[in-house]
């Protein structure tokens, strides 16, 4: 009895061990603030007014999601000319780090929607293309077991008939996982599609008066302390300073 309890404290303090090295590292959280005057408040969110006399950008940190800063971003043309938005083209700087690492003048550009929906329109098709390989598997694998089950009703063999209902009740149970799977793939597709697609900051040509607005997406620098953000369009680059505060770190970032 001894020795059963000591078998079973060992497993339960080697699973403890497995489960928290395999654990799922939780994503960075930080929190930009701007070193800005001119701002609003809306909801809890600071939005900051950048302006000249061509263009004028709202800019608001929203939150940090899947490692990358999210922002809020409106731009309106107040010009006689015609201005193209591209988002990808937005980028920043890092000019102070938490510790004294060396500094870089790399510039960290915003993802690019367009690049984002042409991968999810080329994973969707990939999908589409898998799940049809699998119903011709399914149909033929069905196919094959009736003519099993046919088979085994001619000889009257019964090993070969319940061995064949075995092989179906398996299918069957592999077929309702794969559903199951497919729809969560194609749900998660379409959110994510609906986001860069709808929701996305995306390239737009902006006549006088008109404004465009939708979330832009910046790679997380987490040894950064101050970033300097800049949104260059046309001629134009209004630029705007954020300070970076840490609330939860990933454990393997150094």
């Not at 900051?48 to 043309?77: A, K, P």
């Not at 870089?104 to 993802?111: E, G, V």
């Not at 040509?205 to 046309?234: R, Y």
Request: proline share 3%.
């Amino acid at each position: 009895m001894q020795h059963y309890k000591l078998v079973l404290l060992t497993a339960i303090i080697l699973s403890s061990i497995l489960f928290t090295n395999c654990s799922v590292h939780p994503d960075a959280v930080m929190k930009l603030t701007p070193e800005h005057i001119d701002l609003d408040w809306f909801k809890g969110k600071q939005i900051s007014t950048l302006n000249n006399d061509s263009i004028s950008i709202l800019i608001s940190f929203d939150r940090t999601l899947n490692n990358n800063y999210l922002f809020d971003v409106e731009v309106t043309n107040n010009s006689d000319q015609k201005i193209i938005v591209s988002p990808e083209l937005f980028n920043y700087k890092v000019t102070k780090k938490i510790k004294n690492e060396i500094l870089t003048d790399t510039p960290i550009s915003a993802l690019d929607p367009e690049v984002k929906v042409m991968e999810l329109q080329k994973s969707y098709s990939l999908h589409k293309s898998e799940m049809e390989t699998q119903n011709m598997f399914y149909a033929l694998g069905y196919f094959l077991q009736f003519a099993n089950q046919t088979k085994a009703l001619v000889t009257n063999d019964v090993e070969l008939s319940q061995d064949t209902d075995e092989r179906t009740r398996r299918m069957r149970e592999d077929e309702l996982l794969n559903d199951v799977r497919n729809q969560r793939i194609q749900q998660s597709l379409s959110n994510s599609s609906y986001f860069w697609e709808m929701l996305a900051l995306r390239k737009t040509s902006l006549k006088k008066n008109q404004s465009i607005s939708g979330k832009v997406f910046f790679p997380i620098d987490e040894s950064a302390k101050t970033l300097e953000f800049f949104f260059p369009i046309d001629e134009n680059e209004l630029r705007i300073t954020f300070n970076q505060e840490e609330f939860l770190r990933r454990r393997n970032s150094k």
